[in-house]
């Protein structure tokens, strides 16, 4: 069974301060991973995909994030929060035949001035 | 397109009333997803076509929920005698094929008084 935990549900950073976004996955498979973005009253953005490739993936806007096996990790980052970049930010897990993707429950990132 | 449509953007409808929710995805996409997502959670999956045949319809909550897509291209979602818990946001989304980045439309607000 597949599964996504988000830990936070909310976040809050000073703008030019790191951001930590934190995903924890359960998968009976060797999962493949997104992190998508969803500013209010838009729909969701694809911001970087893990596939089994390289397990620091580089994404949209400055974001990354690493894949840890043995953590069953995959934490998204940044290294200087924007204003822009408050929304809400969901972590996916995919089967292994990409037909269904499970969504955590969302972290939403406030951005302080 | 340029990308996912989905119409209408919000729905009001009466208990008991029938509605329809359509997807107007990437022009030559095959895969089509709809998801359903409720206030302050993550989205979560009903259905998905390759082609024009349901392939996994495993997460329709129950038979009062239908969708089609009788030429691979457009789907509607069907709702049948709609109850208040019905009540969320609904987002189609679409890739080329199962595997490639899925992309999202902005999903329709559907609110059961």
């Known amino acids: 069974a597949q599964s996504v935990t988000q830990l936070d549900s909310h976040v809050s950073v000073s703008e030019g301060t790191p951001v930590l976004l934190r995903c924890n996955y359960s998968?009976?498979?060797?999962?493949?991973l997104f992190w998508y973005v969803q500013h209010p009253n838009k729909g969701l953005q694809l911001l970087l995909k893990y596939t089994s490739a390289a397990t620091l993936v580089k994404g949209i806007n400055g974001f990354e994030a690493e894949f840890k096996k043995s953590e069953t990790s995959f934490h998204l980052t940044k290294p200087s929060a924007h204003m822009s970049d408050a929304a809400e930010y969901f972590c996916v897990v995919s089967e292994h035949n990409f037909n269904k993707f499970y969504f955590g429950s969302g972290t939403k990132l406030n951005v302080k001035p | 397109g340029a990308g996912v449509s989905q119409t209408p953007s919000n729905k009001v409808t009466e208990k008991g009333k029938y509605v329809e929710l359509r997807c107007d995805p990437i022009?030559?996409?095959?895969?089509l997803y709809w998801y359903r997502q409720s206030l302050g959670q993550g989205p979560e999956f009903l259905i998905y076509f390759q082609g024009t045949g349901a392939a996994d319809d495993s997460g329709l909550p129950n038979d009062r929920f239908f969708a089609v897509r009788p030429e691979g291209s457009v789907s509607t979602l069907k709702i049948q005698r709609t109850e208040r818990g019905d009540s969320a946001m609904y987002l189609c989304?679409?890739?080329?094929?199962?595997?490639?980045?899925?992309?999202f439309g902005e999903g329709s607000w559907l609110t059961v008084v």
């Open positions: 998968s009976s498979y060797s999962p493949s």
């Open positions: 022009s030559g996409h095959t895969a």
């Open positions: 989304a679409s890739s080329s094929k199962p595997g490639n980045t899925i992309y």
